[in-house]
């Protein structure tokens, strides 16, 4: 590429944004430039790399045995002259040498090294793949089809923005691959954390993804690739390379919220293999599904990825049913062996009728037919739209990777439902009342990591320097429904509770009709200190700037909170023996008196200070084989600075309430052996206010955190062309809400599948989830909002790969 035509990319790029520019808004306008910058950046890497390297990218995978991928494998090459690369947290690398002969050496620990003698020509464009054996000369290999990815993940990058084996981190994590994923035909965050230990699944008025992680309740501490998704809908599976759930305060790393942990997702990105997949799914219920992976290699250094779905379901829930579709393109470009560039898009739509479940009657969910509705499910719906741009800019400077992301999310979301409220002591009325509420948020985010590796003397560091800045600005509004325009509740026949009354739906004296904008600057500083083979440290420390900025529309009045907040994090890792890590962590997290939604600000809570989340952890990590890990962890999670009403003068508010969690938890992933897959785990919590607030007593139970959870997902292949799958998950009794006197009873489920191979491109596979049909009660959002689990329901999936 001549300086002519660099110099002349940057107009070019500007023109392009003025002329879209009127139809967007000034967030998009900043983030096309940003990266209409990161696109001249490429540019000059281009051309860096055109003056340095005299010939193409060799681009490969490394793989074991059964095809999972290799995180941390070395490659060296020697020739005329000498390259060096490891895999990353998908087993692939990419290294760039001048034309001629080498000699290519792969190790990895715990592997046989691989010798192998290349020839780099002009054409050499292809990626190459390379299985690695077990170091035992006498270990048996067999290989597995294309499904015996197994479930467990090595390493990962967000629990501490550098790629870390899981062994090394101070901090309990689960991680659930696409593999478990598609065994276990998982559609919803919900059907993810089923198995996994310590996570209940909160209803969220049944319009939003909502979960208790040790006993703290979020709708907000949702990230993509690392950044924050915080706003209220129903998430979808279908472009996921995994789930991974980090427990415990968070924010150092993630900022702001995330006290008893978050969920990230991390997506499918388009890289150098060949990629065509779809899956059809239909069952119980009217499902209806169908879902495509397709990659393709543009390039030598050019890689596009398109992930797709769509579906149409009905439920065991009368008048429910779901429409929702979404499509998103990648597009990866690496000039070269140092650079990269991700840029990604999303479009997604969920729709589907409104459904707040089943009251109460006696302090047990109302004994009727599970699939009972109340309200009006003609007028009840709910509905979102997610568009999202991302991107990606890493270049790697000897020892300095530098790492820039960038996300605007527009989202539109909304829902008008029909509360069921309480049941008479006759049990032939029950309360019903009406809302409807809509958000409208407009995100933009940049994060940029500067990771750096040294010695000092024979003590290893990883240093990792980074900031994020954001905007977030929301429109919240809603409306009270009046029943024939006059009363905001009225009461309805127990037993027949689906009605057609006339409502009007308009704004009481206190609905919301405000605009919030909310501003975050960060910087974070950590070193992970290897002092030996044996000991590691993990110190860490940020700083947030949060200014939230709020606007009644109604009355006109402005109200402002600055919150400045400082987040430690620090843990050891001792390894006995090597692949056995023992380790104890300490860490801080804050949620500002706004909410995890932000969506109010009133005199009052723009005095308070933000609540703090304090967790003293200790734990266990044991590979016990390559495939196989075991993790123990005992916790102490403190919530203080919850507010409570001063007990002499009930119009003021202090902030001297505090929660308390002790929990213990066991988890296993991997595999038992090469044919039998496993993963699942046990949790014991312990959830109170330990000293009372303004909703609950000292002493009281907190809502959806059961005592005891058991759950295990085994998959074993019988013979080549039949495996089969079965799970178990076990709840103890829970309260629906915080004052205790609703109990969702517990209850032992059976889940399980078949799988048919037909050939490497064909397979059948049937999930049958509830397989006993035994009637159980799932989650709630307060006493008389309890959700019944489904009925026993059948999913046949076909899956084809060409």
Do not use: C
């Amino acid at each position: 590429m001549t300086t002519q035509t660099r110099v002349a990319i940057l107009p070019i790029m500007k023109m392009i944004v003025r002329i879209i520019s009127p139809e967007i808004g000034q967030d998009l306008r900043l983030f096309l430039q940003f990266m209409a910058f990161v696109a001249v950046l490429a540019a000059f890497a281009v051309t860096g790399q055109a003056q340095s390297s005299q010939g193409p990218l060799r681009r490969g995978t490394v793989l074991d045995p059964n095809r999972a991928a290799i995180v941390g494998a070395r490659i060296t090459a020697n020739g005329k002259t000498s390259a060096s690369a490891v895999t990353d947290g998908k087993g692939e690398f990419s290294i760039a040498l001048p034309f001629g002969e080498y000699v290519m050496k792969i190790e990895a620990d715990g592997f046989a090294s691989v010798t192998r003698s290349i020839a780099i020509g002009s054409n050499d464009a292809e990626p190459v793949e390379i299985v690695l054996t077990p170091a035992s000369a006498t270990a048996t290999v067999t290989i597995m089809g294309t499904d015996a990815f197994g479930y467990r993940i090595d390493a990962m990058s967000s629990a501490t923005r550098t790629l870390t084996n899981l062994r090394d981190v101070p901090q309990s994590i689960a991680v659930v691959s696409k593999q478990q994923i598609a065994d276990q035909s998982m559609k919803s965050i919900a059907d993810v954390v089923n198995y996994v230990p310590g996570i209940t699944s909160h209803q969220g008025e049944n319009n939003r993804d909502q979960l208790v992680i040790r006993g703290v309740s979020s709708s907000a501490d949702f990230f993509l690739n690392g950044m924050r998704d915080d706003v209220q809908y129903y998430r979808d599976l279908y472009n996921l390379e995994r789930v991974e759930i980090l427990k415990g305060p968070n924010a150092m790393i993630f900022g702001r919220g995330g006290g008893g942990g978050v969920v990230n997702r991390v997506t499918k990105e388009a890289g150098f293999s060949k990629v065509r997949e779809l899956t059809f799914d239909g069952g119980s219920f009217h499902t209806k599904r169908v879902a495509g992976d397709f990659n393709q290699q543009l390039s030598q250094r050019l890689a596009l990825r398109v992930n797709g779905t769509y579906e149409n379901s009905g439920s065991f829930r009368r008048f429910v049913n779901l429409e929702r579709y979404g499509l998103n393109p990648t597009l990866s470009f690496t000039p070269n062996a140092e650079t990269r560039l991700t840029i990604g898009y999303e479009h997604f739509h969920d729709a589907r009728v409104a459904d707040r479940g089943l009251p109460s009657f006696q302090g047990r969910p109302a004994d009727v037919p599970i699939e009972t509705f109340f309200g009006n499910p003609g007028d009840s719906h709910v509905r979102a739209r997610v568009d999202r741009l991302a991107g990606t800019f890493q270049r790697q400077i000897g020892r300095l990777m530098i790492t820039n992301r960038t996300m605007f999310g527009a989202y539109e979301r909304s829902y008008q439902n029909y509360v069921p409220g309480a049941v008479n002591a006759a049990k032939t009325l029950v309360t019903l009342t009406a809302y409807n509420n809509a958000t409208q948020r407009r995100n933009v985010f940049n994060q940029t990591d500067f990771n750096y590796s040294v010695s000092t003397g024979k003590i290893k560091h990883t240093l990792l320097f980074g900031s994020e800045l954001g905007r977030q600005a929301t429109d919240n509004f809603r409306n009270t429904g009046f029943f024939n325009n006059v009363s905001t509740s009225i009461q309805i026949p127990f037993s027949d509770p689906v009605i057609s009354t006339p409502v009007t739906f308009r704004q009481n004296a206190t609905d919301a009709n405000n605009h919030v904008t909310a501003n975050v600057a960060a910087a974070l500083v950590q070193d992970q200190i290897e002092l030996s083979r044996r000991v590691q440290v993990l110190a860490g420390l940020r700083f947030d700037y949060f200014d939230l900025q709020f606007h009644n529309n109604r009355t006109g009045e402005n109200l402002r909170r600055i919150d400045r907040l400082i987040s430690p994090r620090t843990g050891i890792v001792v390894k006995p023996f090597m692949p056995l890590s023992v380790y104890a962590s300490y860490g801080v997290s804050y949620l500002p008196s706004s909410g995890d939604q932000f969506s109010s600000l009133t005199t009052i809570t723009q005095q308070v200070k933000p609540e703090q989340f304090t967790n003293y952890e200790i734990g266990a990590k044991w590979d016990a084989r390559r495939n196989l890990t075991f993790t123990v962890a005992a916790y102490r999670q403190d919530r203080t600075n919850t507010r409570a009403t001063d007990p002499n003068e009930p119009t003021r508010i202090l902030q001297t309430g505090s929660q308390r969690t002790n929990g213990f938890e066991a988890e296993v992933n991997g595999n038992i052996t090469r044919l039998w897959m496993i993963a699942g785990g046990y949790a014991h919590q312990d959830a109170f206010i330990s000293s009372t607030t303004a909703a609950a007593r000292a002493g009281a139970r907190v809502a959806l955190v059961p005592h005891d959870t058991f759950s295990i997902w085994n998959k074993y292949q019988i013979v080549n062309k039949l495996s089969l799958g079965v799970g178990v998950i076990h709840r103890s009794d829970m309260f629906a809400a915080i004052d205790d006197t609703v109990t969702l009873p517990g209850y032992t489920r059976i889940d399980a599948a078949v799988y048919v191979p037909f050939s490497e491109k064909w397979k059948l596979q049937a999930n049958i989830e509830n397989l006993l049909n035994r009637k159980y009660f799932l989650n709630a959002d307060g006493n008389n909002n309890i959700s019944p689990g489904s009925r026993r329901a059948v999913q046949v999936s076909l899956i084809t790969r060409f």
